[in-house]
């Protein structure tokens, strides 16, 4: 099932994507009085298609592949090598015939639409709900064996400034622009004591690397919900319960307690929780509970899944400020901002060396096991995930390599400055090497994916 959902989750993104960016070359054609022969979201290679209708002048149509997709302009040299129009005279509404400035927005009209889908995305989800704001008096959670770990951070320190830059929240801590420096310290309080650590240069994709947030607030181990009959119900714990060891090894966060007794099927574990012996008005935190509960000690055996079947209650102090419409665009756009610097930041760092080319790029497997991750988060977590995505795939397109659209930009701008079309035969050339490195790439993608899976 799991298989399936990363399957689907994977196309939604793909789709939306591809036909946002196609579309922008589709527009922008049409708008200055192009033929576009073809409009496929997927790839129909060998002609398998699962739909296509010709509509007008243009053929819609789905391929079987959904690895991209494609606008076929009459008289352009694009994906589908086609040299059919070379051998008749150029004609008025061909990409060919047209002046170069207007080729050149036809070219960069996909990566437009991908950086404006992004920015839709960013103000509709602010529009509608909110920033998010969670104090810094949550403690952090630091994962084991993580980059943050090596560094020198430690579950319970308290976050305080990345470079220097004071941190009003949680969310700060994530900023794009702070995590893509080319240096990254982070200030911690620590029993009383403020100390800096520097991130390696390669935190990017440590972080990428890693399927949970490496660095987060702590989310105590109290519990929402006890599945009836099962381990944890039938020992006697009870909803809004607070898990604080298991065998002596003290708990302070719900993933660490899950890691524990998921290594532990079948077998028996002494559990310590505590309870509020009365109902009281006040928010319940693990605070409140290690305060007034009273403790008690259980043995479970979680079941042959590793489960003894609880939930989470979330207990970290988060709101929801709304903004009017003009702030959540004002917002958007700074989201749009940030991420977008992340990104050529990142690419910068990929580039450079910095970063770990291997773990910080991803094909098609990589991309549908983060969207199905996102997916299971919630919709506006997936729709996040698709906005990123969408900036991602904007810059990698704009990337002047043949094949790509920013390599067809500069070949047109090329046109333009000498004032003459470059000769059939090198521009032909030029995208069939184009095609070949990109082929090479996606099948490097793949293994490099399936090795890192």
Same mark, same amino acid.
């Given at each position: 099932?799991?298989?399936?959902?990363?399957?689907?989750?994977?196309?939604?993104?793909?789709?939306? !994507?591809?036909?946002?960016?196609?579309?922008?070359?589709?527009?922008?054609?049409? #708008?200055?009085?192009?033929?576009? &022969?073809?409009?496929?979201?997927?790839?129909?290679?060998?002609?398998?298609?699962?739909?296509?209708?010709?509509?007008?002048?243009?053929?819609?149509? +789905?391929?079987?592949?959904?690895?991209?997709?494609?606008?076929?302009?009459?008289?352009?040299?694009?994906?589908?090598?086609?040299? /059919?129009?070379?051998?008749?005279?150029? /004609? =008025?509404?061909?990409?060919?015939?047209?002046?170069?400035?207007?080729?050149?927005?036809?070219?960069?009209? *996909?990566?437009?639409?991908?950086?404006?889908?992004?920015?839709?995305?960013?103000?509709?989800?602010?529009?509608?709900? *909110?920033?998010?704001?969670?104090?810094?008096? %949550?403690?952090?959670?630091?994962? =084991?064996?993580?980059?943050?770990?090596? #560094?020198?951070?430690?579950?319970?320190? @308290?976050?305080?400034?990345?470079?220097?830059?004071?941190?009003?929240?949680?969310?700060?801590?994530?900023?794009?622009?702070?995590?893509?420096?080319?240096?990254?310290?982070? %200030?911690?309080? @620590?029993?009383?004591?403020?100390?800096?650590?520097?991130?390696?240069?390669?935190?990017?994709?440590?972080?990428?690397?890693?399927?949970?947030?490496?660095?987060?607030?702590?989310?105590?181990?109290?519990?929402?919900?006890?599945?009836?009959?099962?381990?944890?119900?039938?020992? *006697?714990?009870? =909803?809004?319960?607070?898990?604080?060891?298991?065998?002596?090894?003290?708990?302070?966060?719900? &993933?660490?307690?899950? /890691?524990i007794i998921s290594k532990n099927a079948g077998k028996k574990l002494a559990v310590t929780w505590m309870h509020l012996k009365?109902?009281? &008005?006040?928010?319940? %935190?693990?605070?409140?509970? @290690?305060?007034?509960?009273?403790?008690?000690?259980?043995?479970?055996?979680?079941?042959?899944?590793?489960?003894? *079947?609880?939930?989470? @209650?979330?207990?970290?102090?988060? /709101?929801?400020?709304?903004?009017?419409?003009?702030?959540?665009?004002?917002?958007?756009?700074?989201?749009?901002?940030?991420?977008?610097?992340?990104?050529?930041?990142?690419?910068?760092?990929?580039?450079?060396?910095?970063?770990?080319?291997?773990?910080?790029?991803?094909? =098609?497997?990589?991309?549908?096991?983060?969207?199905?991750?996102?997916?299971?988060?919630?919709?506006?977590?997936?729709?996040?995930?698709?906005?990123?995505?969408?900036?991602?795939?904007?810059?990698?397109?704009?990337?002047?390599?043949?094949?790509?659209?920013?390599?067809?930009?500069?070949?047109?701008?090329?046109?333009? +400055?000498?004032?003459?079309?470059?000769?059939?035969?090198?521009?032909?050339?030029?995208?069939?090497?184009?095609? %070949?490195? !990109?082929?090479?790439?996606?099948?490097?993608?793949?293994?490099?994916?399936? !090795?890192?899976?």
């Amino acid at each position: 099932m799991e298989l399936l959902n990363t399957i689907i989750n994977f196309i939604i993104a793909i789709f939306i !994507l591809v036909t946002v960016h196609e579309f922008g070359h589709f527009i922008t054609a049409r #708008m200055f009085g192009m033929r576009v &022969d073809r409009f496929f979201i997927g790839f129909d290679f060998w002609g398998i298609t699962l739909w296509k209708k010709k509509i007008g002048e243009t053929e819609y149509g +789905i391929g079987a592949f959904p690895v991209g997709g494609y606008v076929k302009i009459a008289g352009m040299i694009d994906e589908s090598l086609d040299t /059919e129009y070379v051998n008749h005279k150029v /004609e =008025p509404w061909e990409f060919r015939g047209k002046p170069v400035w207007q080729r050149l927005i036809v070219m960069a009209g *996909g990566v437009f639409m991908n950086m404006v889908l992004a920015t839709i995305i960013f103000i509709g989800i602010t529009a509608t709900f *909110g920033e998010s704001r969670t104090p810094l008096t %949550t403690l952090a959670y630091v994962e =084991p064996n993580s980059v943050f770990s090596s #560094m020198g951070l430690k579950t319970g320190d @308290r976050l305080r400034s990345i470079n220097g830059a004071k941190l009003k929240n949680w969310e700060d801590a994530y900023d794009p622009e702070l995590l893509s420096a080319s240096t990254v310290r982070y %200030t911690v309080e @620590r029993e009383g004591k403020e100390l800096t650590f520097t991130a390696p240069k390669n935190l990017l994709s440590s972080i990428n690397d890693k399927q949970i947030p490496p660095l987060r607030p702590i989310n105590p181990p109290v519990i929402e919900q006890v599945m009836p009959n099962d381990p944890a119900d039938k020992a *006697g714990i009870l =909803p809004g319960s607070l898990i604080v060891a298991i065998d002596g090894v003290q708990i302070i966060d719900w &993933d660490d307690m899950v /890691e524990i007794i998921s290594k532990n099927a079948g077998k028996k574990l002494a559990v310590t929780w505590m309870h509020l012996k009365s109902a009281t &008005d006040l928010p319940l %935190t693990a605070d409140l509970i @290690r305060k007034n509960g009273q403790t008690f000690i259980t043995d479970i055996t979680p079941n042959s899944s590793g489960k003894i *079947g609880i939930s989470s @209650r979330q207990t970290v102090e988060s /709101e929801r400020i709304r903004l009017s419409f003009p702030q959540a665009v004002v917002s958007g756009l700074m989201q749009t901002k940030k991420a977008t610097v992340m990104t050529v930041q990142g690419f910068a760092k990929i580039f450079t060396g910095k970063e770990d080319f291997r773990k910080s790029v991803g094909g =098609p497997i990589k991309i549908a096991r983060i969207a199905n991750q996102s997916a299971e988060q919630g919709p506006v977590s997936f729709m996040y995930f698709v906005a990123v995505l969408s900036i991602s795939l904007a810059f990698i397109n704009i990337l002047p390599v043949p094949a790509l659209d920013g390599g067809q930009f500069l070949l047109n701008a090329i046109e333009g +400055i000498i004032g003459r079309e470059i000769p059939f035969e090198i521009k032909m050339r030029i995208q069939q090497v184009g095609m %070949t490195i !990109l082929l090479m790439l996606f099948a490097y993608f793949m293994v490099n994916d399936l !090795l890192n899976f």
